[in-house]
T-cell receptor
Framework: SAVISQKPSRDICQRGTSLTIQCQVD?????MFWYRQQPGQSLTLIAT?????????ESGFVIDKFPISRPNLTFSTLTVSNMSPEDSSIYLC????????????FGQGTRLTVV | AQSVTQPDIHITVSEGASLELRCNYS??????LFWYVQSPGQGLQLLLK??????LVQGIKGFEAEFKRSQSSFNLRKPSVHWSDAAEYFC?????????????FGPGTSLSVIP
């Protein structure tokens, strides 16, 4: 299993500003995944972050809007840039640990409100 | 690309009644399937997973799911629902079973339980 800590747990931000969300895992993992959960919606994968290389973004998400850092095997950040009210969501960090038969573990999420 | 559908957006059942939540997936290879539950204001919790072997999978909280390859389905069942089961349920599929493989979520089914 994995224990994932996210900071901040929630924030209210002004439109046009940026917020950086931190994700810390209690063990070394190869991949870290960032998801967005818009109000009343399911989880949508934003990107996959591999240590030492640029993140891989899903269709509809771009690096300029959601830059990601992955400086080591236990930590990652996601920045939501130039925010608008449409960015109000829960952002979740996830990892799959172990070699085989792994499920996805999630942090508690960051609840972002843009006003 | 893999995808997941959950035909029922919302289901209401009486406490003590049986429950079945439907899930259909689209994936060209062997799917790795999960059911997660998200209670209001809470994080995601894994109920059960299927990777291979017996197609009837037992999970936590009295839930089970049956994998049917011919129908591309992975329906979740519970024989007797408790009021505490009211939550959002997500079916998900993994491209693979390793820590490198992303997990894609279905749109979710909201479960309400009436006394």
């Amino acid at each position: 299993s994995a224990v994932i800590s996210q900071k901040p747990s929630r924030d209210i931000c002004q439109r046009g500003t940026s917020l950086t969300i931190q994700c810390q895992v209690d063990s070394q993992v190869t991949m870290m995944f960032w998801y967005r959960q818009q109000p009343g919606q399911s989880l949508t994968l934003i990107a996959t972050a591999n240590q030492g290389s640029e993140a891989t973004y899903e269709s509809g998400f771009v690096i300029d809007k959601f830059p990601i850092s992955r400086p080591n095997l236990t930590f990652s950040t996601l920045t939501v840039s130039n925010m608008s009210p449409e960015d109000s969501s829960i952002y979740l960090c996830s990892v799959r640990t172990g070699q085989l038969n792994t499920e996805a573990f999630f942090g508690q999420g960051t609840r972002l409100t843009v006003v | 690309a893999q995808s997941v559908t959950q035909p029922d957006i919302h289901i209401t059942v009486s406490e003590g009644a049986s429950l079945e939540l439907r899930c259909n997936y689209s994936y060209g290879a062997t799917p790795y399937l999960f059911w997660y539950v998200q209670s209001p204001g809470q994080g995601l919790q894994l109920l059960l997973k299927y990777f291979s072997g017996d197609t009837l999978v037992q999970g936590i909280k009295g839930f089970e799911a049956e994998f049917k390859r011919s129908q591309s389905s992975f329906n979740l069942r519970k024989p007797s629902v408790h009021w505490s089961d009211a939550a959002e349920y997500f079916c998900a599929v993994g491209r693979g079973k390793t820590s490198y493989d992303k997990v894609i979520f279905g749109p979710g089914t909201s479960l309400s339980v009436i006394p």
